[in-house]
């Protein structure tokens, strides 16, 4: 377009003289300008690199050049692709660092976003309403995962946050209605507030890197069956697990010295939550009660040896939790071509069996869950004969 415009200008001089003047004029406005086109791209020159500005297509597969001019390519600007609802595909290079809030808002067909390893700065809400977007690779360099990032991506199925990232921001992946699996690597040290509100996420592993749990982070994430709040954790924000209708169990780990008033509130479903810890002290303020608010089937589990604990903690049954495997007697060992053995406890835990063949790299499998009666449970399964070893733990559920 700049050069068309150039040769047009050169014509009009050769045809009248008098109006040399206000064409060399015109030229001049033209060159001298911050904003200028490259192929389809608008880009502003800023300290001897590129920032894009905007993009005209076709094509709506774009990859964004590491150079222009001679110059690098080294920030995405605000809003530069705003609304543009043909884009498909981006292919984003390792010469970014910086991608501008709204960049990419709206562009509810694009499906397919590529990250380079430069891109360490990212504002808000990014990638925002883009609807259609199921694949997003993210390379190591990311520092931050910035506020609602990939809000209302409705079509976003598996995302992983790599363990560049320290940080996930407010809303980051609000309403993502089809997102069911989330790996967080170890390094993210922050969820921020709302971060996955309404996502059908149906587990989810918390690292132990993890400090801080934001306010309503899980709010409503009503596929969610289980979850482990790692002892790594110094600080739950109010509602943090608020409405997960599907929640069963839950475990807070060694470690955790607070939780939050409406933690699990509204989990109408939640069965057990197993603290491994001494009984944490409650903190924050909920409007709808304490931490279990019309939770009416729930138990809590305490482990021996740590205090704090009574027959009741916020308003619900408190249980300890003490399964022992018996070693010894008449139903231990190998009879009949089966291996067997009494698991003992308190009365009504809810226990797993679990197996596996190695040790030093444990990978445990669920042989049966069962719930203690005031008798001992006898555990038995064929004897596995040609297994060098077999190795068996209770967990709970």
Same mark, same amino acid.
């Given at each position: 377009?700049?050069?068309?415009?150039?040769?047009?200008?050169?014509?009009?001089?050769?045809?009248?003289?008098?109006?040399?003047?206000?064409?060399?004029?015109?030229?001049?406005?033209?060159?001298?300008?911050?904003?200028?086109?490259?192929?389809?791209?608008?880009?502003?020159?800023?300290?001897?690199?590129?920032?894009?500005?905007?993009?005209?297509?076709?094509?709506?597969?774009?990859?964004?050049?590491?150079?222009?001019?001679?110059?690098?390519?080294?920030?995405?600007?605000?809003?530069?692709?705003?609304?543009?609802?043909?884009?498909?595909?981006?292919?984003?290079?390792?010469?970014?660092?910086?991608?501008?809030?709204?960049?990419?808002?709206?562009?509810?067909?694009?499906?397919?976003?590529?990250?380079?390893?430069? @891109? /360490?700065?990212?504002? &808000?809400?990014?990638?925002? $309403?883009? +609807? !259609? =977007?199921?694949?997003? *690779?993210?390379? %190591? #360099?990311?520092?931050?995962?910035?506020?609602?990032?990939?809000?209302?991506?409705?079509?976003?199925?598996?995302?992983?946050?790599?363990?560049?990232?320290?940080?996930?921001?407010?809303?980051?992946?609000?309403?993502?209605?089809?997102?069911?699996?989330?790996?967080?690597?170890?390094?993210?040290?922050?969820?921020?507030?709302?971060?996955?509100?309404?996502?059908?996420?149906?587990?989810?592993?918390?690292?132990?890197?993890?400090?801080?749990?934001?306010?309503?982070?899980?709010?409503?994430?009503?596929?969610?069956?289980?979850?482990?709040?790692?002892?790594? @954790? /110094?600080?739950?924000? &109010?509602?943090?697990?608020? $409405?997960? +209708? !599907? =929640?069963?169990?839950? *475990?807070?780990? %060694? #470690?955790?010295?607070?939780?939050?008033?409406?933690?699990?509130?509204?989990?109408?479903?939640?069965?057990?939550?197993?603290?491994?810890?001494?009984?944490?002290?409650?903190?924050?303020?909920?409007?709808?009660?304490?931490?279990?608010?019309?939770?009416?089937?729930?138990?809590?589990?305490?482990?021996?040896?740590?205090?704090?604990?009574?027959?009741?903690?916020?308003?619900?049954?408190?249980?300890?939790?003490?399964?022992?495997?018996?070693?010894?007697?008449?139903?231990?060992?190998?009879?009949?071509?089966?291996?067997?053995?009494?698991?003992?406890?308190?009365?009504?835990?809810?226990?797993?069996?679990?197996?596996?063949?190695?040790?030093?790299?444990?990978?445990? *499998?669920?042989?049966?869950?069962?719930?203690?009666?005031?008798?001992?449970?006898?555990?038995?399964?064929?004897?596995?004969?040609?297994?060098?070893?077999?190795?068996?733990?209770?967990?709970?559920?």
């Amino acid at each position: 377009m700049a050069t068309l415009a150039v040769s047009i200008f050169m014509s009009t001089v050769l045809k009248s003289t008098k109006n040399l003047h206000v064409t060399f004029l015109t030229l001049l406005l033209l060159v001298n300008s911050t904003a200028v086109v490259h192929a389809q791209f608008t880009y502003e020159t800023n300290d001897g690199s590129i920032t894009i500005t905007g993009y005209t297509g076709p094509p709506w597969v774009v990859t964004i050049p590491t150079n222009i001019n001679g110059l690098t390519v080294t920030t995405i600007g605000a809003s530069a692709f705003l609304h543009s609802t043909s884009l498909t595909s981006v292919t984003i290079p390792g010469s970014v660092t910086a991608i501008g809030q709204d960049a990419f808002v709206e562009c509810s067909g694009l499906i397919s976003v590529t990250f380079g390893n430069g @891109v /360490t700065n990212f504002g &808000d809400s990014i990638f925002g $309403g883009c +609807s !259609s =977007l199921t694949n997003v *690779t993210i390379s %190591n #360099g990311l520092v931050s995962i910035g506020s609602s990032m990939f809000a209302g991506c409705s079509s976003l199925t598996s995302v992983t946050i790599p363990s560049s990232a320290t940080n996930i921001g407010e809303s980051a992946f609000s309403d993502c209605n089809s997102l069911i699996t989330v790996t967080i690597s170890n390094g993210v040290t922050s969820i921020g507030e709302f971060a996955f509100e309404y996502d059908p996420i149906p587990s989810i592993m918390i690292p132990e890197s993890v400090t801080n749990i934001g306010y309503a982070t899980f709010l409503y994430c009503n596929d969610m069956t289980n979850v482990t709040i790692p002892g790594s @954790v /110094t600080s739950i924000g &109010d509602f943090a697990f608020y $409405g997960c +209708s !599907s =929640l069963i169990n839950a *475990t807070v780990a %060694n #470690g955790v010295p607070s939780v939050a008033y409406g933690l699990f509130d509204f989990c109408t479903n939640l069965a057990g939550v197993f603290f491994q810890g001494d009984s944490p002290t409650v903190v924050g303020d909920s409007e709808d009660g304490p931490v279990f608010y019309d939770d009416n089937n729930v138990t809590v589990y305490y482990l021996p040896g740590n205090i704090g604990w009574s027959n009741t903690y916020q308003g619900v049954p408190a249980v300890l939790w003490n399964p022992q495997v018996q070693a010894g007697g008449a139903n231990f060992g190998v009879k009949n071509g089966q291996f067997g053995f009494n698991v003992t406890g308190t009365a009504n835990i809810p226990i797993v069996v679990q197996a596996c063949t190695n040790l030093a790299n444990p990978a445990w *499998t669920s042989l049966t869950n069962v719930t203690l009666t005031n008798s001992p449970f006898f555990f038995s399964e064929p004897f596995q004969a040609n297994t060098p070893a077999r190795y068996y733990r209770i967990s709970s559920p």
